[in-house]
Nanobody, 115 residues
């Protein structure tokens, strides 16, 4: 089992920045990918950014150049640095880890960007 705890969400004005953190604990061996997804009201959950164990990254087109995913292996934590935030970035952000074809999810953290 893998446990994920997100933090760092909040209310920010457009153009501002936030950094989300996801602390990973439990059986962390053989994790394939770590990433962030988001879900806005009335919309499906969508990929924001993914980081593989090899260091490759994938970003949604809507956040490329503004968001950066990274990890600190010493703290078993994955981060999402969000800059130049827009009102359309408002959503619940979820941390995700994939291990042995099983996906694990955090509880989500709310990000609200005011115009």
């Amino acid at each position: 089992q893998v446990q994920l705890v997100e933090s760092g969400g909040g209310l920010v004005q457009a153009g501002g920045s936030l950094r989300l953190s996801c602390a990973v604990s439990g059986s962390i061996f053989s994790i394939n990918t770590m990433g962030w997804y988001r879900q806005a009201p009335g919309k499906q959950r969508e990929l924001v950014a993914v980081l593989t164990t090899g260091g490759s990254t994938t970003y949604a087109a809507s956040v490329k150049g503004r968001f950066t995913i990274s990890r600190d292996n010493t703290k078993n934590t994955v981060y999402l640095q969000m800059n130049s935030l827009k009102p359309e970035d408002t959503a619940v952000y979820y941390c995700n880890v994939n291990k042995a074809l099983v996906g694990y999810w955090g509880q989500g953290t709310q990000v609200t960007v005011s115009s």
